[in-house]
């Protein structure tokens, strides 16, 4: 294992030392690991063929654990990325529950969340960067018209 690094444990930057964290973490990600279906996702059984609303939960969990240092195969984020890769559609910018038709709203959420994840290990699947299909998904989001004030001053809101 890696050593610790302050403020890694859990997506919030806890604090709380990791003395008898490490190995019960790492006993939970193997888990997960083991956990992977053949096209690299996850379902709610063992290797199963994975669907993207499971899947996003798991990546999540794996991103955590590799930002507090510890270890997940490489081959582990190739399989994510090969999921992914299966449930989005052409271009990145859609992303279905086992395939990429029809793509969801949800799932387009979950699915650019975790290909950010992932590419931020090195992955970059397909070569696929995910400004582009971000910039094309936005065009299919529905947002309230009031929602200007909850995004950030250079967020740009789609016109109806």
């Not at 890694?8 to 709380?16: L, R, T, V």
């Not at 984020?77 to 990429?100: E, R």
């Amino acid at each position: 294992m890696r050593p610790w690094k302050p403020g890694a444990w859990g997506m919030g930057g806890s604090s709380m030392s990791p003395k008898g964290w490490s190995a019960p973490a790492q006993r939970a990600l193997n888990a997960i690991v083991n956990w992977q279906g053949q096209d690299g996702g996850f379902r709610y059984s063992a290797k199963q063929m994975g669907d993207m609303s499971v899947s996003s939960w798991h990546i999540q969990a794996l991103h955590a654990g590799k930002q507090a240092g510890l270890d997940i195969p490489k081959a582990t984020w190739a399989g994510v990325g090969n999921f992914l890769d299966k449930v989005g559609n052409q271009d990145g910018s859609g992303y279905g529950y086992t395939g990429p038709q029809p793509t969801l709203q949800r799932m387009t959420a979950a699915g650019l969340f975790c290909r950010q994840e992932a590419t931020a290990w090195g992955l970059g699947p397909g070569g696929r960067s995910v400004r582009q299909p971000v910039r094309s998904a936005r065009h299919d989001l529905i947002l309230p018209a009031d929602a200007g004030s909850l995004l950030p001053a250079r967020a740009v809101v789609p016109a109806r």
